[in-house]
């Protein structure tokens, strides 16, 4: 029998959180965003679940290439344009829309030789100081661009870096304002968490939104909401077993370091999941875990390959009981991926990009 760990995609769940999110910004189209292999779920395993989306935003030229070998011929956006000239071809060859966030892009374009003017969306850094021209810059960045045959349209861009948070949204959106009001174009604004919490402020502001973890059922501004308050579903389950239980009484540790000290009698499960899985190292005492649909918690280190549970809530549960690190159980009892990463002292976003190689998946 094959080590029993499993990751499972909710193919139904997906197409309920696309459609939330587009309830949230109902008069725009929206990206679905499937960079990192679609949060770590597998391009392949999301596409037809994702299929109703308007277009699909990622940053990895290879995924463009994996989307289209799919037979999608709908809009794909490079979230982060190109990274060298070859790559303007590529473009060229299965219509790749592409952002444009610096002048060395520019250039690159203006020396292309094309049959086909591209889309490009010409981002601009309204305060995340990450990718963007300045306001100040913008304008004459457009103007460029604006004057090459090498350009169809210019749709207007920019990236927020506190929808989630008290910060909020207003002075980005100002400052893209104030530069952009009278320059004709579709505009493309929001994340999932300005989707969510700023529907009403980007109504109308954005033509298209693109939302990534909010499709893969983790609240982007959790703990203030978990993913069940913004209607949620989790998309994707970590499952194993447990594979050995001890008897421990009081004085007892448990795992590398003794971390965890047991004050009386105690059931342990091991659990066949470890950091080499995904699960993440830093997760200590106390980190949620279900055992046959049982909340429960995690004790002393996670190992390479195996974690250690407490079997108080579940004294019928032994080897062969299905254990669920993060996502639904098979009886319906969900444990929120946001919930164990915040355990870990992250977010969820990471925890569904780091599934390890050796963790098969599989879909319902
Ligand atoms: C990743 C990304 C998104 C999606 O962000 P979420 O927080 O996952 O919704 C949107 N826009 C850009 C430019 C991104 O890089």
Known sequence: MPRPILATVHAAALSHNLARARAAAPDARVWAVVKANAYGHGIERVFDALRSADGFALLDLVEAQRLRALDWRGPILLLEGCFDARDLELCSRLGLWHTIHCDEQIDMLAAHKTQVAHRVFLKMNSGMNRLGFTPERYR??????????????????????????????????????????????????????????HGPAIAEKSDWVRPGIAVYGSSPDFPEHSAADWGLLPTLTLASKIIGVQHLVAGDTVGYGSSFTADG??????????????????????????????LTRMVGRVSMDMITVDLTPVPDAGTGSEVTLWGRASGGAVLPVDEVAQSAGTVAYELMCAGAPRVPFSTD
Do not use: K
Not at 279 to 293: E, F, I, K, M, S
């Open 140 to 197: 004459a960045a457009w103007t460029r661009l604006n004057a090459l045959p090498q350009v169809e349209e210019i749709s207007l861009m920019t990236h927020f870096s506190d929808a989630d948070g008290a910060r909020g949204i207003a002075h980005q959106l100002q400052a893209f304002e104030a530069v952009t009001h009278d320059l004709p174009g579709e505009r493309t604004l929001s994340n999932s968490a300005a989707v969510l919490r």
């Open 265 to 294: 009698p105690l059931r342990i499960g091991v659990v066949a999941c470890g950091y080499a899985d995904g699960y993440p190292r830093h997760c200590t005492t106390g980190t949620p875990v279900l055992v046959q649909g049982v």
